[in-house]
């Protein structure tokens, strides 16, 4: 059994090494996917060009304004002179947020009364206008605890000479909040998102590979040597197993490496754990291939099929783009049936969190029994005939 199972990959090495088509699917462009992704999908909002009508043009107004552009999140594109310019400027999608400071501004917040700044958010990215108006939140709420800290004291207390010109509150509010942020403290989605590509990548190209390596059998009419041959089934789709699982391995090896030393995500949890998973989720996808490439007869049909049935519910039900916990019931429970939700779990488990096994282990129990299952049902399916 062991020579026709090493016959068949001897065969499929062969073939791959042949075919430049198949070596480019299988190393260049995951590699090229992954630079694009991990450069260009963020969800990281820097720089936002903004526009500002200061209608109060005090030192009380400059100030505000050096909170907002003191930050890496904001930058003055246009100090505009008329409220229209900044509605024009918005629509135009020249900036992307507008500020407009009432002439009131310095006079109200020296006499300790509220000053009330318009902000005009484009909503055009609902994803990124939220985010902006986070960041607005944040800038306001470091301007008013600078604004609270500057109250005039006298040893312990308040300066009685000055307490009638400060008609705000006179002590301190009752409950304070400090906000700390885990896991990724800075708030890059490259932490997020890079990590996450490794479940993509490995969900599709493994899949693809050997669902084209055994439809190209059907195409060329060679399934039929097979089919006469003493070869068994499951001898058969080991040997067209193999080769492409230690293809993905290497796959894995790379795209790790450039997580670390080219997008510098750090990684917190253990290797082995994390190869572990990675071998346990290789198979299922593998897997997947093959149950695709035993009910598609051409090389495009088991493409197309591969990519619905791997790429899409990798991206929309694993948790990369959207939470599980934001998903309605049946999007929920549709996401317990694909690999990719717990490769998601370890994934980000191991690099942001570095949970251990103790946590993890429902996941590769997952991953362990969905490998398993398919396996069984890609044998099933296979009939070979004589």
Do not use: C
């Amino acid at each position: 059994m062991i020579r026709r199972i090493l016959t068949i990959v001897r065969k499929e090495l062969l073939v791959i090494r042949r075919s430049r088509l198949y070596i480019a699917l299988a190393l260049v462009v995951p590699v090229a996917l992954m630079l694009l992704f991990g450069f260009g999908f963020t969800f990281d909002v820097n720089q936002v060009p903004v526009g500002v009508l200061d209608l109060s043009r005090t030192s009380r107004s400059r100030e505000y304004l050096d909170a907002f552009f003191s930050s890496r999140y904001f930058r003055l594109e246009r100090y505009a002179e008329d409220l229209s310019e900044l509605e024009q400027a918005l629509t135009e999608g020249k900036i992307r947020l507008a500020l407009v400071i009432p002439p009131e501004f310095s006079r109200l917040l020296d006499e300790g009364r509220t000053a009330e700044v318009q902000a005009l958010i484009d909503g055009s990215w609902p994803n990124q206008g939220t985010i902006i108006r986070g960041y607005l939140s944040a800038v306001n709420a470091r301007f008013n605890e600078g604004r609270a800290k500057a109250l005039p004291y006298v040893g312990a207390g308040f300066n009685p000479a000055l307490l009638k010109m400060w008609r705000g509150p006179l002590r301190n509010d009752p409950l304070t909040l400090e906000t700390r942020i885990w896991f990724n403290p800075t708030l890059e989605s490259k932490n997020f998102v890079v990590p996450g590509m490794i479940v993509t990548t490995l969900m599709f190209y493994p899949a693809l590979l050997t669902t084209l390596a055994v439809v190209r059998e059907k195409e060329l009419g060679s399934i039929l040597n097979i089919n006469t041959s003493p070869i068994s089934p499951f001898e058969f789709l080991l040997g067209k197993l193999l080769p492409y699982f230690f293809i993905s391995l290497v796959n894995f090896a790379i795209i790790f490496a450039m997580t670390l030393v080219i997008f510098r995500v750090p990684f917190r949890g253990s290797f082995s754990l994390l190869l572990l998973g990675s071998i346990l989720y290789i198979l299922s996808t593998v897997g997947i291939g093959l149950l695709v490439s035993l009910v598609t007869r051409t090389q495009v049909a088991a493409t197309l099929l591969t990519f619905f049935a791997t790429i899409i519910p990798s991206f929309l039900y694993s948790g990369f783009l959207i939470p599980i916990s934001s998903m309605d019931a049946v999007s929920q429970g549709v996401s317990f049936l694909l690999p990719a939700r717990y490769m998601t779990e370890i994934v980000h488990g191991t690099f942001l969190k570095g949970a251990g096994f103790t946590l993890l282990w429902p996941r590769f129990l997952a991953l362990l029994l969905y490998s398993l299952v398919l396996s069984v049902l890609a044998l099933k399916l296979f009939r070979k005939r004589a």
